[in-house]
């Protein structure tokens, strides 16, 4: 909750959306570059692929985590298993994504490491996520 908190802070702060977009990228990519060996890998092809799917959402750090919002609004959001003490890595929507199929589907996946299918997945739910 503290690193939410100095996350609203952060972005309270006055200076151009463009600034606000740039720190938002540079604070997102050194929060990956902390991240131990396993996560960090995971983490930064995640980043390349919601990047290059849909190059409109803007990363953000949502909790401490990688996140990517749209119109200010997290759709989709990286947590490593480091952070939460967890035996996997999670890739995760919130509702915003509007993944829905049927009365009942995923909103988040468990991540022990990523195959070029995985990002190939990760990258159809993100593109369908942000349009």
């Known amino acids: 909750m503290k690193e939410r908190a100095r996350e609203v802070k952060a972005a309270a702060r006055s200076g151009s959306q ?20 396993a996560d960090r890998a995971m983490a930064e092809r995640i980043h390349t692929v919601v990047r290059a799917s849909a190059p409109d959402l803007a990363p953000k750090l949502w909790y401490g985590m990688p996140a990517y919002a749209k119109d200010g609004k997290v759709v989709c959001f990286f947590q490593s298993a480091q952070k939460f003490n967890a035996r996997y890595a999670t890739f995760g929507f919130n509702d915003r994504a509007e993944l829905d199929e049927g009365t009942m589907w995923p909103t988040a996946f468990a991540l022990t490491r990523l ?9 159809e739910l993100v593109k369908q996520a942000a349009a």
């Open 115 to 123: 195959t070029a299918a995985d990002e190939a997945r990760i990258g």
């Open 18 to 37: 463009a600034d606000k977009v740039a720190q938002d990228e540079a604070a997102v990519v050194a929060k990956i570059a902390e991240m131990e060996d």
